[in-house]
C-alpha cells in the first residue's frame, strides 16, 4: 500500500511538474543583419504607459539616423512615433510583443526630441518614405504616426501607419480589443518576415 501510494504521488508530482516548464524559444527568432553601422542609444520607453513585461530591444536613432537606412543600404525595423501620442501607445505594445516573438530590435526615431531636424534633412527623409503617407484630401500625402518600416538594402519591405481601421480612439482609456490586437500584429509580422535575412 505504501508504495502504490508513493507511484501515485509521483506521478502526480511528475504531471503536475510539466506544467512548470520553462516555454521553448519562439519559432520565429529571425536575424536582420543591418551593414550600415548606425549610431544608437538605449531607447527610454517609460512614457509608453500601456508598454509593460519584457521589452525588446528599442534601440533609439535620430532622424538623420534612419535617413542613413535608405542612403547607405541599412536593414532594419523603424518606428517612428512618440510618447504622448495616443495611437502610439496603444500601437507600441503590440510592435513590442511581435519583435519579442522574432527577436529584432526596433530602431525608434522619437518624432517630438530635440533639437528639430533641419527641413532640409526632413525633406530627404521625406523622399524615401513618401510612399508610405496617408493621401488626406486636399492636403495629398501627410506623414502620420505611428509608422512602422521595415527596410533591408535601402528599400522598404514593408509599412503600416496608426493602428486599425475597426479601431474609433476617441476615449482617453479606450483599448483595442483582441481582434484588433491581432490584426495589428499581423501588419508588423508581415513587415519583420520581409526584413529578416
Aim: proline share 5%.
Amino acid at each position: 500500500m505504501m508504495k502504490k501510494t508513493k507511484t501515485i504521488l509521483a506521478a502526480a508530482a511528475l504531471i503536475l511538474g510539466a506544467g512548470c516548464a520553462k516555454p521553448e524559444e519562439p519559432v520565429q527568432k529571425a536575424e536582420i543583419t543591418n551593414p550600415v553601422d548606425i549610431v544608437y542609444s538605449a531607447a527610454d520607453m517609460s512614457g509608453y504607459e500601456y508598454l509593460s513585461g519584457d521589452t525588446v530591444e528599442f534601440r533609439e536613432i535620430t532622424l538623420e539616423e534612419s535617413i542613413r537606412f535608405f542612403k547607405e543600404g541599412g536593414s532594419g525595423i523603424l518606428y517612428y512615433g512618440k510618447d504622448d501620442c495616443y495611437w502610439c501607445n496603444r500601437a507600441v505594445p503590440e510592435l513590442n510583443r511581435v519583435a519579442l516573438e522574432y527577436g529584432v530590435p526596433i530602431y525608434y526615431i522619437n518624432t517630438a526630441a530635440y533639437p528639430m531636424p533641419s527641413q532640409e534633412k526632413v525633406l530627404e527623409l521625406v523622399s524615401y518614405i513618401e510612399e508610405t503617407f496617408i493621401s488626406v484630401e486636399g492636403e495629398g500625402p501627410v506623414f502620420f504616426v505611428p509608422e512602422v518600416i521595415g527596410v533591408k538594402n535601402g528599400k522598404i519591405t514593408g509599412a503600416h501607419v496608426s493602428l486599425v481601421d475597426s479601431f474609433e480612439g476617441t476615449i482617453k482609456d479606450k483599448q483595442l480589443d483582441d481582434a484588433q490586437k491581432e490584426e495589428l500584429q499581423g501588419y508588423y509580422r508581415t513587415i519583420i518576415e520581409a526584413t529578416v535575412d
